[in-house]
């Protein structure tokens, strides 16, 4: 039982410190959405059906403000749930199957 415990830790823990990499892998960067990047491409892709621009409260507008300011609280609580779910998951999975 310990041992799910520290891995739903880690996994939680692992989730919030790997945020910011992937967030800076797929174009959302401190200084702005990389060119030719996903990002771009979702920019891109929001903007058209936004009629040119990029609604607030967006799913491209949310990560860009996570890929520049880095993630709030409430956004790390929630990528260590989903880590921890994630992890947790897995593991009884993994238990499951020979």
Known sequence: MVWKVVAAAAGAAGAVAAAPVVLGAVGFTSTGIAAGSTAAGMMST?????????AAGSLV?????????????????AVGTAGAALTSIFSFWKKKVP
Do not use: I, M, R, T
Not at 46 to 54: D, L, Q, R, S
Not at 65 to 73: C, D, F, R, T, Y
């Open 46 to 54: 929001a903007a058209v059906a936004n009629g040119g621009a990029v």
């Open 61 to 77: 507008a949310v990560l860009q403000s996570a890929g520049a300011a880095g993630l709030s609280v409430v956004a790390k609580v």
